[in-house]
Antibody
Framework: EVQLVESGGGLVQPGRSLKLSCAASGFTFSNYYMAWVRQAPKKGLEWVATISTSGSRTYYPDSVKGRFTISRDNAKSSLYLQMNSLKSEDTATYYC????????????WGQGVMVTVSS | DIRMTQSPASLSASLGETVNIECLASEDIYSDLAWYQQKPGKSPQLLIYNANSLQNGVPSRFSGSGSGTQYSLKINSLQSEDVATYFCQQYNNYPFTFGSGTKLEIK
């Protein structure tokens, strides 16, 4: 059974940093691209980052480019999101998600972790 | 960026009815379109990918159609467990973008 379990969320002040983790199990982690998707309270979904199988390629929307860094450790079946220079608009539930096969729809999602950016 | 315009924003229907949700892309996305269901307090769940392919385990009353810039999700024989918010997503181009969601309630 595929499982994605996020951790590392919490309350952080604007301008500070936070690192999220996602522990994957139930599939061969190193064979899949991985991604983060977020959802602000009572809002829609926003794709945040994608990383290739080896970690050599990363992709971000303009809203987080230069502030967020996605990374992975295939030996530990773990995905990470380093978030720097956090803003109030980064407040959201962050989901770890697995793209299906060779495409970029998301066939498995974690339960999500809440990040609140506030002074 | 590709804009995904989803309609309606909310929908109320009776049990057993058929409902349709639409998604309009700002440019051709070549059927790289997925639909998700998100129940209150839960993570999104994939329903449809490649515009019309049913994800394993999803009831056959869900179906997707469309091409080019226009896509739709159809739910036949509405059940109480279908109460949720539904989102479309294009994955033809980075940045991947989602529709704003359709909240489905039972009348």
């Amino acid at each position: 059974e595929v499982q994605l379990v996020e951790s590392g969320g919490g309350l952080v002040q604007p301008g500070r940093s936070l690192k999220l983790s996602c522990a994957a199990s139930g599939f061969t982690f190193s064979n899949y691209y991985m991604a983060w998707v977020r959802q602000a309270p009572k809002k829609g979904l926003e794709w945040v980052a994608t990383i290739s199988t080896s970690g050599s390629r990363t992709y971000y929307p303009d809203s987080v480019k230069g502030r967020f860094t996605i990374s992975r450790d295939n030996a530990k079946s773990s995905l990470y999101l380093q978030m720097n220079s956090l803003k109030s608009e980064d407040t959201a539930t962050y989901y770890c998600a697995r793209p299906g096969g060779t495409t970029n729809y998301f066939d498995y999602w974690g339960q999500g972790v809440m990040v609140t950016v506030s002074s | 960026d590709i804009r995904m315009t989803q309609s309606p924003a909310s929908l109320s229907a009776s049990l057993g009815e058929t409902v349709n949700i639409e998604c309009l892309a700002s440019e051709d996305i070549y059927s790289d379109l997925a639909w998700y269901q998100q129940k209150p307090g839960k993570s999104p769940q994939l329903l449809i990918y490649n515009a019309n392919s049913l994800q394993n385990g999803v009831p056959s009353r869900f179906s997707g159609s469309g091409s080019g810039t226009q896509y739709s999700l159809k739910i036949n024989s509405l059940q109480s467990e279908d109460v949720a918010t539904y989102f479309c997503q294009q994955y033809n181009n980075y940045p991947f973008t989602f529709g704003s969601g359709t909240k489905l309630e039972i009348k």
